[in-house]
Structure formats: structure tokens, C-alpha cells
């Protein structure tokens, strides 16, 4: 009997477990532009997607599953829409933590980005890659002296600075290079924001930056104008991650450009530059609502430049540092399913061959995903699953909960969208799994960037 007429699981319609109630889509073989990337089809005959103008099938046969899929097209794209909505006189920084391959920098570079890097790792990838080292900002809140020093020694752009230690440490390495270091002080303005929501309160517990409301970043600045191997251009600010609501940014804002104020009043110094940080929103599901480049850049300026004018200050050089919202949507896990397990009266169990080592984030952050059949289309009712990887983990959950065809069979290929930022970032070896590759497909053709780990490289590292 198949598996189409013999439905397990709740269906349209039904109450999920957790007591919310659900529905399936119109159609489950539509893939939703907004988590898909641009390049993203489903063909009208075979019902195969494919992308860059390559078929999944062709790519799962040609480099395996579990692999991460990237659309370089649609890559570069985001990369010119955050260029252009800014313009010259701001500063757009791809945060390296998101994903980083030397080919990303590549990219990058040729598309007008900087890089911001939070590692001694991270910095070795964007300059063996051939980003200019002036283009580079060096963040973290415990950089060691050895990463402060190949900062230094490379001619690191910016240093943005997390605390009074490390403000007299790498005055102490830049003065021995012969150097003024330009550096930015991160400040923690108050503001909380997470997703749909922000709290303009008092959030201070937290490893990052020097509180603007206990005085602890004034502090800094003082010390940071006494020492003769810096050089104090500007302000820092992050305010959170997953940001769909401008608000919290328009809060931070206004208190970066009143602390600026505070300076100029103390010091008489117009610091010419304010990061405003990232954490911009992308659309994981069809509930998403991201903003547009142009969008965030018109209200970041708007509020900075009122602010500055209410101030009497000349309006600074802005920064961004957009990681997820460039590479995020660009890219798609690519799994085999390898059984699928009926709970009748529960959901369906897809299990695929990768889990938590390719995508922590479900586990560790409660993350929610969208998933397709891919490698065929479908006519079969929706069917409640939740699809999870093959690891000895409850948690290892990489999509909670979704509609899949109830026809769906071991072998099938899925795809989760939406991955490209944190995943291949964040993996691990746990069981001892291999990491994916990740694959850049553009214009019909395919190559790999990050190739996929080997046992070999698993015994390379067990010295015995």
C-alpha cells in the first residue's frame, strides 16, 4: 500500500502535539520566493528544481548529500543591493562569522564589500583570499594578543574594541609597530532587540561592549584618547540578531549619536564614524517579513542625520555589517531522506543524512525552517512531519515542523532552505560526521569551495 493511502499523522486542518493549531499550504510542490534564492525553479514537467540551472539530482549525484548549496548569482546580487542602497559615504561590512570561504571574500572584494572578522582564522581566510587589509575590521570581546598583533602587523582598518584591557594592550602592540591603530569602541546602548521586538531598557549582562548608561564607555573613550597607539575614529553599536522592526535600530541610533555629543561637549572631538552594527532579519519561512536594503539604509541616515542636526554635529560615516541578510537566503541544504517513520495520531519522522552537525541552530536557538520535496513533484496529500538527522540525539531536529507529500520515500531528496548563514559556520563532527561541502552554482555550472570533510581528515587530527 502507499504510503499516500495509507496517512499517518495529523493533516490539514489538525492540532499539532503542541497544541497550536496548523495548516498546510495550497500547494506544497510551490516554492515561496522570499527563503528560496533567486535562480530557485521547479521544473513544469519533471517537477525536479533546480538552481543556477542545475537540476538537485545532478548535483546530489555529482557531490553527494548532505551538501550546501550556494547561488552564487544570487550572492553577488545582495552583496550590489547593500552596496548601492548605501552608497559611498557609508561603509557596508560582511560579517565573516555568517559564512567565510576564501571564494566568499573573492566575491566581496569584487562586488565593493568589506569584511569584518572576529578570529585570528577569520582574518588569515579574508587576506590569504586577497582582501585589503584597510578593509578589514577586527571584532571579538577577547581577541588575543597574538590575534592583536597579526591585526596590527597586517594594517588591520579597524579594531573595534571591547574593553579597557584590550584598549591598553593594543596600544602597547601598535606603538611597537609604529603605528596608530584606528579603532572603534563597541558600546552597549541599552537596546535589546530580537526578531519582532525590542526592549529599550537596561540590558547590561552581557559579555559585549562598555555600558553607555553605567558610564563605562565615556570612560573609554577618555581612555582611549590618552593613548598614543590609538587612534579613536568612532562608535560601535549591535543591538541583537534576526531584526525585522527598525525601531530598536532607531533607538540605538539616537543614543550612539548622543554619546557622540557627550564627546564633543567633554573633548571637543567629532568622532567622523558610527558602526551601527548588523542582525538584519531574513526570511526563514513564508511568516518572514525581512526588509528591503534600501529600505533599512534610508532609515538608518534618516534618523542619524536628524539626530546629528538636533546635536549640532556634523553627521559621521555610517557602518553596517549585514552577515546573514546577504549570505543567509542564498544558499539550501540539500538532503537524502533515508527512512520515514509513522506516528499515527503524531507526525510523520523524516529522517535525513545529516542533522545537528550540518544545522545546530534548531537544537540550540529553537530555530524555525522550511523544507520541500525537490527531487520530484507531488500530488499527494500534505502529510505533518518533522524532519530529523541521524544522530544519537533527541534534539537533533532540523525542521520542527512542516507539511511534506504523504508519498514521500527513502531516497527522495529534500531541501531545506535558508542555510547559509551559521550552519556550515557552526558545524561540528559530533558521531564523528563528516562537515558538508559547500557548492557554488552559477549560470549552469557547479564547483565546490569548501570541499567535504574525509575520514582521512577526522585521523589527521587523532594523533593516538
Known sequence: MSRSAHPAGPRHGDVMPEGHFTAPPADLNRLDPKVWSQTVVRDAGSGVVSV???????????????????????????????????????????????????????????????????????????????????????????????ELEQAVAAGVGHVVVDSF?????????????????????????????????????????????LSLSGGLAAE???????????????????????????AGFEVAARRVVGLLAEIKG???????????????????TSEDDPREPAEIAKSLTEIVRR?????????????????????????????RVGTVKELEGLRTYVSVDGGMSDNIRTALYDAEYSVALVSRASTAEPMLSRVVGKHCESGDIVVKDAFLPADLAPGDLVAVPATGAYCRSM???????????????SAG????????????????????
Open 445 to 464: 555550472a557547479a564547483r565546490v569551495i569548501v570541499r567535504r570533510e574525509t575520514e582521512e581528515d577526522l585521523l589527521r587530527l587523532d594523533i593516538g
Open 307 to 335: 539626530e546629528c542636526a538636533a546635536a549640532g554635529l556634523t553627521p559621521p560615516r555610517i557602518s553596517v555589517e549585514p552577515g546573514r541578510a546577504i549570505v543567509g537566503p542564498t544558499a539550501f541544504t540539500l538532503y
Open 220 to 246: 573609554g573613550v577618555r581612555r582611549a584618547l590618552t593613548l598614543d597607539g590609538l587612534e579613536l575614529v568612532g562608535i560601535h553599536s549591535h543591538i541583537g540578531s534576526q531584526i525585522f522592526d527598525m
Open 427 to 441: 558545524a561540528s563532527n559530533y558521531n564523528h560526521a563528516l562537515k558538508p561541502p559547500v557548492v557554488a552554482v
Open 165 to 209: 584591557d584590550e584598549l591598553v594592550r593594543l596600544s602597547w602592540i601598535a606603538e611597537r609597530h609604529g603605528v596608530r591603530q584606528k579603532v572603534l569602541i563597541r558600546v552597549t546602548v541599552g537596546v535589546e532587540a530580537h526578531t519582532h521586538e525590542f526592549i529599550a531598557t537596561a540590558h547590561e549582562d552581557q559579555k559585549f561592549g
Open 266 to 284: 567633554e573633548h571637543g572631538v567629532e568622532l567622523p564614524e558610527i558602526d551601527l552594527g548588523g542582525g538584519l532579519g531574513i526570511a526563514y
Open 52 to 146: 543556477g540551472g542545475l537540476d538537485v539530482q545532478a548535483l546530489a549525484e555529482e557531490f553527494g548529500t548532505p551538501a550546501y548549496i550556494l547561488d552564487e548569482q544570487d550572492f553577488r546580487s545582495r552583496c550590489r543591493a547593500w552596496r548601492e542602497a548605501f552608497g559611498t559615504d557609508a561603509d557596508v561590512y560582511y560579517a565573516g562569522k555568517a559564512f567565510l570561504s576564501r571564494a566568499i571574500v573573492r566575491w566581496l572584494r569584487e562586488e565593493g564589500l568589506n569584511v569584518d572578522v572576529c578570529s585570528g582564522g577569520e582574518l588569515t581566510v579574508a587576506l590569504t583570499a586577497g582582501m585589503p587589509a584597510e578593509r578589514i575590521a577586527f571584532h571579538g570581546n577577547n581577541k588575543s594578543e597574538a
